[in-house]
């Protein structure tokens, strides 16, 4: 049977309509009262023989229910669920979608009346659109090559600094604050898979970078402080490929991003009594901008350079579990504090979905949860394949080990003393002295599984 690889890409907008608009939420309860950037779902599907790969990429915080829409695509079309990846953007100015049984606090559902009612009638819309892209993608499939490349573009920065500050009895207590850390570990390439046709067309784009999809989070667009809802950083540069390259679809992914940033992020501005624009709506667009043309610039450099291509080779995939040891942490109030933490034989241990899509050389390693950059990297010099693409947040409630940090982070996090800044309970329920070793041994095991 040939190996000969076939592809199939569509795209479908999900920006929320105007009768649900107002009366959904984002994060941390956000409203919105505009959309300033269109968001969408993408799919690129790839076959050799009998086997398909499907790449599904939404544009919301967090894929919304992956165990639902991984069986419903398998059993509409008889592709694996191992073979589905469906991740998201985890862009963060858009309406909150899907379960959260770790994130009490952002599931619009649990507040009921007209925002649950309002967030169910989206999350319709999202799976009508969503299904209708993966059939389009599926069933006009033609003969393709992938080539593959990266350089480095210097759009992101630690986001861990230390910082000293004195507490109420002015003591000086040490910290975290979620600041540009130069001297942090980040990996600064981005990485382009371009697929074309056999006549050297563009058919699609799979875009990747360690970064947090925040440049608009919590914007102003209006008097009341309402948000409008973007693309942020990683759409808008989908949107811009898109552009350069007409008739194309530019997925656009998060490599390991638990600790990095994009650059100048997180300013503050008052209202424009000039435009009547919040000073700080206009900052963070202006910001998104420069990263992505910044960006757009850098992808433009490596596609041109991208000279081997593939137009055969196999398919495969696979997922499993890491499982290690594990704390129980219990928090109260809100928001939601930590008062205790438990340890034993009965806690249940820290799980990580770890899932490998294979297409001849190139491998993704995609993991559900938001991976901290040097355990990113060891994962990278673990495997057996070095054309490694990282993803995060591929189905992240399957599972939802949230952030997935490296032992220093770990214990740096556990201990910040009262009083000082930090993100307080990140990382509690991990144990040190596992995580490393077992993403690493579970990737290699997979990708060899595939071989």
């Known amino acids: 049977m040939s190996n000969q690889i076939l592809c199939g890409a569509a795209k479908a907008k999900i920006s929320p309509p105007d009768e649900v608009l107002t009366r959904v939420r984002g994060l941390m309860w ?206 808008m540069l989908s949107q811009l490929i898109e552009q350069q390259f007409p008739g194309t679809v530019a997925l656009w992914s998060s490599g390991a991003a638990g600790d990095v940033n994009p650059l100048n992020v997180g300013a503050k501005y008052k209202k424009d009594d000039g435009s009547g624009r919040p000073k700080e709506y206009i900052a963070q667009r202006a910001n998104m901008m420069e990263l992505s043309t910044t960006q757009l610039g850098d992808f433009m450099k490596i596609e041109k350079a991208i000279d081997r291509f593939f137009s055969e080779g196999t398919i495969g995939c696979a997922a499993d579990y890491t499982e290690t040891p594990a704390r129980r942490v219990i928090k109260e109030g809100k928001p939601p504090k930590v008062v205790r933490i438990e340890e034993g034989d009965d806690v249940p241990p820290y799980r990580v979905r770890v899932h490998i899509t294979r297409i001849g050389d190139l491998v993704f390693c995609e993991i559900n949860g938001e991976l901290y950059s040097s355990l990113g990297q060891s994962i990278r010099e673990a495997s057996p394949l070095k054309d490694l693409i990282l993803i995060t947040h591929d189905s992240t409630m399957l599972g939802d080990p949230g952030y997935i940090l490296d032992d220093d982070a770990c214990r740096n996090m556990r201990n910040i003393p009262e009083g000082a800044p930090g993100p307080k309970g990140v990382g509690m329920e991990m144990k040190e002295g596992y995580i490393r070793d077992a993403l690493d041994t579970k990737a290699r095991e997979l990708i060899r599984q595939t071989l």
């Open 30 to 235: 956000a409203k919105f009262c505009a959309v300033a950037d269109d968001i969408y779902v993408r799919t690129l599907a790839l076959k050799s023989g009998e086997d398909t790969a499907l790449f599904v990429e939404i544009e919301v915080d967090k894929a919304p229910y992956p165990a639902e829409v991984l069986k419903a695509i398998s059993d509409k079309y008889g592709i694996p669920q191992e073979n589905i990846f469906y991740f998201s953007t985890h862009v963060h100015c858009v309406p909150s979608t899907g379960y959260r049984p770790h994130e009490a606090h952002n599931d619009t559902h649990v507040v009921g009346g007209d925002i649950d009612a309002a967030t169910t009638e989206y999350e319709q819309f999202i799976g009508k659109q969503l299904m209708q892209c993966v059939d389009e993608a599926l069933s006009d499939m033609k003969p393709a090559k992938i080539g593959y490349g990266f350089a480095p573009s210097q759009c992101n920065a630690n986001r861990e600094r230390p910082i000293a500050v004195l507490n109420d009895d002015g003591q000086v207590v040490y910290g975290y604050s979620a600041g540009p850390n130069l001297f942090g570990p980040a990996d600064r390439n981005l990485y382009v898979v371009e697929i074309k046709d056999l006549s050297d067309r563009p058919m699609a784009f799979l875009v990747n970078y360690a970064v947090h999809n925040v440049t608009m989070f919590q914007n102003h667009y209006d008097e009341e402080g309402n948000s409008a809802v973007s693309c942020d950083f990683g759409g």
